[in-house]
């Protein structure tokens, strides 16, 4: 018989493994094995509805809304605006010291970036124009990045007006085009010039480890995502529809 007591050190343990789990599949498992006594209450079969419980509770708690995750979000933010702005400063100083075609061929590759975010955004929403307006603010102002953790963390709901079917698969597309057109370019451009100047920028040098942190960070970080995702774990096919946009019938294909 199970006291009290017992049930508060159960109900701690399983909080503990979510933490430190990527799922709540994986937090019951090793929940469980620490607990032979909970593994055979969920195998019993007059006990069918332990185990399902458990994950619903798992995953509820799992995507809450938590400080914690608002301080991520709110982090992943400031680290874009970081990232732009000393794109746009590392700019100034090329065409200051003459390097004109470095500046220009900078400022190329990061308006590139803006543009097909903005157009991602477009595409994406444009079935809904109040929240289009939103998304492309949110992409301006570059606290899209935090929006995008904060709908993952939350696993928040599509709305049914997206061309997408998760906010993992939305991010892992504004991710891809941020870091290939733009973070990429930027660490190859700024490794050659700094390694051709006699005097080193400190500023000039902490923005190409941003653009490399951030190349880094968005590769594992999506890989990551992708692979606990519930849509990915489920089912891992390739779905291809139509989808009719101004009377012309356009081929999607969407991960599932």
């Known amino acids: 018989m199970l006291t009290v007591h017992d049930g508060n050190l159960l109900g701690a343990s399983f909080l503990k493994f979510l933490n430190v789990a990527a799922t709540e599949e994986g937090a019951f498992a090793s929940w469980v094995k620490t607990h032979p006594a909970m593994n055979e209450l969920s195998l019993s079969p007059n006990h069918k509805f332990f185990k399902p419980l458990m994950l619903t509770i798992g995953k509820e708690i799992r995507h809450s809304s938590t400080r914690m995750k608002l301080l991520i979000s709110v982090g992943a933010s400031l680290a874009s605006m970081l990232d732009v702005a000393t794109d746009i400063y590392t700019i100034w100083y090329y065409g200051s010291l003459g390097l004109q075609d470095v500046a220009n061929l900078m400022t190329v590759f990061v308006a590139l970036s803006i543009s097909l975010q903005l157009f991602i955004s477009i595409v994406i929403h444009h079935r809904n124009k109040r929240r289009l307006l939103v998304e492309l603010l949110a992409t301006i102002t570059m606290t899209k990045q935090g929006v995008n953790f904060w709908r993952i963390f939350t696993n928040a709901k599509m709305r049914g007006h997206e061309m997408m079917i998760s906010p993992v698969s939305e991010m892992m597309i504004f991710q891809s085009a941020e870091v290939f057109a733009e973070c990429i370019p930027m660490v190859v451009i700024q490794a050659n010039n700094i390694l051709n100047m006699a005097k080193?920028?400190?500023?000039?040098?902490?923005?190409?480890?941003?653009?490399?942190?951030?190349?880094?960070?968005?590769?594992?970080?999506?890989?990551?995502?992708?692979?606990?995702?519930?849509?990915?774990?489920?089912?891992?096919?390739?779905?291809?529809?139509?989808?009719?946009?101004?009377?012309?019938?356009?081929?999607?294909?969407?991960?599932r």
Do not use: H
């Not at 500023?203 to 942190?213: D, H, K, W």
């Not at 990915?232 to 946009?245: D, H």
């Open 200 to 255: 080193l920028n400190l500023v000039v040098v902490g923005a190409l480890f941003c653009s490399a942190a951030f190349v880094s960070e968005a590769v594992s970080y999506m890989t990551y995502a992708k692979d606990i995702s519930e849509q990915s774990r489920r089912t891992g096919k390739i779905f291809y529809g139509f989808v009719p946009l101004r009377g012309v019938r356009l081929v999607v294909v969407k991960w």
